[in-house]
């Protein structure tokens, strides 16, 4: 099958030919339809997150199962699923809490690679991979997904989808009437917003340096807009909420942004930080965080049940409340995926999908 590899930091996926192996008792095998290109793939492909090579990156990815193992009973073959970037074991402590996405067991290992070149085994992202025609994974990770939902859009709530929306509901817990600000309006962005106004935030202010991406951050919901490419965004939501607001979330995966939703949080409030810092990065807050009653969160795949919240998003979609066409801005081929990651390093995007594979 044809996927697309990184062989390296820094260098363009190549499209080339891997064998898939038989699935395990526990995994099944999925043809790929849509995946998203995500800025966490671009993170693995700049270097800043690191990775074992060859690999094949794409973790937002929905498709129709073609096999399963002999112990898999939650799919069958034609079943269309959203392919989960977390494969719980479903028994550890974590999973019994109701944080199956911070799974510490992780379902069963395989002894010989799922994915290989000539022989050689290739790393598949989060035991994805879906930059590729097929992926074997675990059938933990898989949810159904019903007819009337298309691949591509079922494809989006395997990532950025699930990721802001949770922030919002599982992570934060945004309240009626409480103020919010949004870092970052891109594909994770624009779901925190949607998500914070569907949850009756009185104030959803999405603050960017992109000028076009603050104005679809108010098709989102976002009631007010900060440029942040123009003066110091502290100031200006400090000046525009009159102290900070409830809940601050960044959603780009920096130091700088990180603190500054910190700083945006007022006394009593909450930031939360979703996107990727990078690992080696330390987060500085003020000594003052007692006096403040600050609260400091990290967010993981929006703190994903993946059974239960993911088809409620797709239920919401299906009343219209949440905006889910409106984040595909641009269809590319498996082919064209390096245009595709130019576009989004360029911010030219909301979220672009490769359409794989046809239903
Ligand atoms: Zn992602
Ligand atoms: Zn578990």
Redesign the pocket.
């Known amino acids: 099958m044809k996927a697309a590899v990184l062989n390296a930091p820094q260098t363009p996926l190549s499209i080339e030919e891997l064998t898939l192996d038989k699935p395990g008792p526990t995994e099944a095998v999925i043809r790929v339809i849509a995946a998203g290109v995500c800025h966490s793939d671009l993170h693995f492909i700049e270097g800043t997150y690191p990775t074992r090579h060859p690999a094949v990156l794409g973790h937002e990815v929905a498709g129709v199962v073609s096999e399963v193992g002999s112990a898999v009973t939650n799919v069958s073959p034609g079943d269309r699923v959203i392919i989960g970037f977390v494969q719980?074991?479903?028994?550890?402590?974590?999973?019994?809490s109701g944080r199956?996405n911070l799974?510490?067991?992780?379902a069963p290992r395989r002894e010989s690679p799922g994915l290989m070149r000539d022989g050689e085994a290739v790393t598949q992202m989060a035991n994805v991979g879906g930059f590729a025609e097929y992926v074997i994974t675990y059938a933990s990770g898989l949810v159904k997904v019903a007819d009337d939902i298309s691949l591509e859009i079922a494809a989006l709530v395997g990532c950025s989808v699930m990721t802001g929306y949770g922030a919002v509901v599982n992570t934060a817990g945004v309240t009626p009437g409480s103020t919010v600000a949004v870092i970052g309006a891109g594909g994770v962005g624009l779901n925190i917003i949607q998500a914070a106004a569907l949850a009756g935030a009185e104030k959803v202010i999405a603050v960017d340096m992109v000028e076009h991406k603050l104005t679809t951050a108010r098709d989102f919901g976002a009631t007010d807009v900060i440029d942040a490419g123009d003066g110091d965004p502290v100031a200006k939501l400090q000046e525009l909420t009159g102290g900070g607001v409830d809940f601050a979330f960044e959603a780009i995966g920096l130091k700088v942004t990180a603190e500054q939703a910190y700083q945006m949080a007022k006394r009593g409030g909450t930031a939360v930080v979703v996107g990727m810092v990078p690992p080696m990065d330390k987060i500085e807050v003020s000594g003052m965080i007692w006096l403040e009653e600050k609260t400091l969160k990290g967010s993981f795949y929006g703190g994903a049940r993946f059974h239960r919240d993911m088809p409620n998003i797709l239920n919401l979609y299906r009343q219209g409340k949440l905006n889910l066409d409106g984040l595909v801005t641009r269809r590319y081929k498996l082919e064209e995926i390096n245009e595709a990651f130019d576009a989004l390093k360029n911010g030219e995007v909301t979220r672009s999908v490769l359409a794989i594979g046809i239903e």
């Open positions: 719980p074991c479903g028994h550890c402590a974590d999973c019994d199956p799974c510490s067991q992780g």
